[in-house]
């Protein structure tokens, strides 16, 4: 199954938004799946329930002809919310953008995204500040460590290229403190995996640096490019958490990135 048979876009009438609602109709464009467009506001404020209505109106507006359901949503927060409505309709990926006053074409994470990344039920993606996304996906990128959760990622992610028919790449992280011997076999293995079962050549890459910024910045990385990262093994089953390396990478990437929960199937 690819990510994308189901999106809830988080929107607020802001370029984060504006950002995440483009990036959910260009991937259900692609899937073919079901768009939700949702707005979060806050319990006993009709207030706000109005300008969530109107919000909606901004993106159905925005969406032009795109078919999509618009939902006004109460919630004590917004993450929360859209974590409890992906699990009431069945979602499979929650899609929001970038927290205002970060940098242009780097993802920032707000009160909002920071929930997802540690607590939500179903896969999460954050779009660029400004990004635009291409008519379809050139590659998918998967960051991978050698533990568990990445492995089953591997599978994951291979089944997805060979659906969507892009390649698939597998980077790791060379800081200049791991042996790069091992990290290599590592990757090899990964490698071998993705071909055991799916029979997708994916490729392979080591991204050296002083630290994960850097290292991005030494892969290329052409539009349509997404970057997955598996769930750290401290998430809670079924939920995504993302450890201190994924972070950093997430916050330095130039394309969106998603977020697998740990045990996704």
């Not at 790449?169 to 079962?197: H, K, M, N, P, Q």
Request: with cysteine.
């Amino acid at each position: 199954m690819v990510i994308g048979e189901h999106v809830v876009v988080g929107y607020t009438n802001d370029p984060g938004g504006h950002d995440a609602l483009a990036l959910g109709a260009a991937i259900t464009r692609v899937t073919g799946g079901e768009l939700t467009v949702a707005t979060i506001y806050p319990p006993g404020s009709p207030g706000l329930a109005v300008e969530a209505q109107a919000n909606l109106a901004h993106a159905a507006e925005a969406l032009g002809e795109v078919p999509a359901e618009y939902l006004a949503f109460e919630s004590r927060g917004s993450g929360r919310g859209l974590s409890v409505l992906a699990s009431r309709i069945r979602a499979d990926l929650i899609v929001v953008g970038s927290a205002q006053g970060g940098q242009r074409g780097r993802i920032a994470i707000g009160s909002t995204g920071d929930h997802l990344l540690h607590l939500a039920p179903e896969a999460v993606m954050l779009a660029p500040a400004g990004y635009e996304p291409p008519e379809a996906p050139s590659r998918l990128t998967l960051a991978y460590v050698h533990r568990p959760q990445a492995d089953e990622a591997v599978e994951r992610v291979a089944q997805a290229a060979l659906r969507l028919g892009v390649p698939m790449r597998l980077i790791t992280f060379d800081l200049r403190t791991e042996d790069a011997g091992r990290l290599r076999d590592d990757l090899a293995l990964a490698v071998r995996l993705a071909w055991e079962s799916t029979g997708i050549e994916a490729e392979a890459e080591t991204a050296e640096g002083h630290d994960v910024a850097a290292a991005l910045a030494s892969v290329e990385w052409p539009p349509g490019d997404l970057l997955i990262c598996a769930a750290s093994e401290d998430a809670q089953p079924h939920r995504v958490f993302l450890g201190e390396v994924a972070m950093k990478a997430l916050k330095a990437s130039a394309c969106p990135v998603a977020v697998l929960p740990r045990g996704f199937s």
